[in-house]
């Protein structure tokens, strides 16, 4: 069975850093899309970046641009989000996703529970 599970999540203070991790388990995405997405209380879930599956092609949501970037190593079935200069509008559940559908800042087949993100200002 498919799973994705997060990691790295945490409380930061504003200005600090954090790396996300998604280790994919149950198949291999190696030629998949991959991405991560974020849901803070009370808003919809959100785009926050996507990677192809050479890694030669990412996608950003302006509000991350600079400050996050989205890697991925195959081999280890993992793709990682590195977020630097948090801010507190950062706050947000994230999730791991994989398999894109077509448009890869918008449905994937696979998704991860989440990790929880949060920054102080």
């Known amino acids: 069975q498919e799973q994705l599970v997060e990691s790295g999540g945490g409380l930061v203070q504003a200005g600090g850093s954090l790396r996300l991790a998604c280790a994919a388990s149950g198949r291999t995405f190696s030629r998949d899309y991959m991405g991560w997405f974020r849901q803070a209380p009370g808003k919809e879930r959100e785009f926050v970046a996507a990677?192809?599956?050479?890694?030669?092609?990412?996608y950003y949501a302006d509000s991350v641009k600079g400050r996050f970037t989205i890697s991925r190593e195959n081999a280890k079935n993992t793709q990682y989000l590195q977020m630097n200069n948090l801010k507190p509008e950062d706050t947000a559940l994230y999730y791991c996703?994989?398999?894109?559908?077509?448009?890869?800042?918008?449905?994937?087949?696979?998704w991860g529970r989440g990790t929880q993100v949060t920054v102080s200002s």
């Open positions: 990677i192809s599956w050479s890694g030669g092609d990412t």
């Open positions: 996703a994989a398999g894109s559908l077509g448009n890869p800042t918008a449905r994937y087949a696979y």
